[in-house]
């Protein structure tokens, strides 16, 4: 049985991958999309937006993967359709865990020797092995629904 994105990012993130990389590739691999870029492209997106307090990394990694998708490739395409599902995915990890930001998620400021203290003796890596897997989870979730609506 072959594993499911979510299975697969949180497999990543547990490889040494950090939470965007793990994301991005995940959903990367998903569709069949393979470069150099990733997960480089996603690196500084990890940690909260390199540990400024940002974005949850997965939750970066997880826009990343469906602007893959859905992105443009020309300045005449489009934005809306991909700003239209990113904020699908926002909404729906919000509603589900309440908020997108790391330091409210995992409960401290990463980019703090306080903050990586915390982190590390609360075992807060499990929190973000959660939200890796849940941000794939969700970020599937609305292109596949996006998917079955155009057959529609």
């Known amino acids: 049985m072959?594993?499911?994105?979510?299975?697969r990012s949180r497999e990543l993130f547990d490889s040494g991958y950090y939470c965007a990389e793990s994301v991005l590739l995940a959903m990367a691999e998903r569709q069949g999309i393979q470069?150099?870029?990733?997960?480089?492209i996603a690196t500084g997106f990890c940690s909260g937006i390199s540990l400024s307090g940002g974005m949850c990394g997965a939750v970066s990694g997880a826009i990343m993967g469906i602007s893959l998708v859905a992105g443009r490739n020309s300045p005449e395409e489009a934005v809306q359709p991909c700003y239209d599902l990113v904020e699908q995915l926002i909404r729906r990890f919000t509603s589900k865990h309440g908020s997108t930001?790391?330091?409210?998620?995992?409960?401290?400021?990463l980019g703090s020797e306080d903050g990586q203290r915390t982190f590390t003796e609360n075992n807060l890596i499990e929190r973000c092995q959660h939200y890796v897997e849940d941000?794939?989870?969700?970020?599937?979730?609305?292109?596949?629904?996006?998917?079955?609506?155009?057959?529609?």
């Open 35 to 40: 470069s150099d870029l990733i997960p480089r």
């Open 135 to 152: 941000a794939t989870r969700l970020a599937i979730s609305v292109l596949d629904e996006a998917a079955e609506a155009a057959k529609s």
């Open 101 to 109: 930001q790391c330091p409210q998620l995992i409960g401290c400021q």
């Open 2 to 7: 072959s594993k499911t994105a979510s299975e």
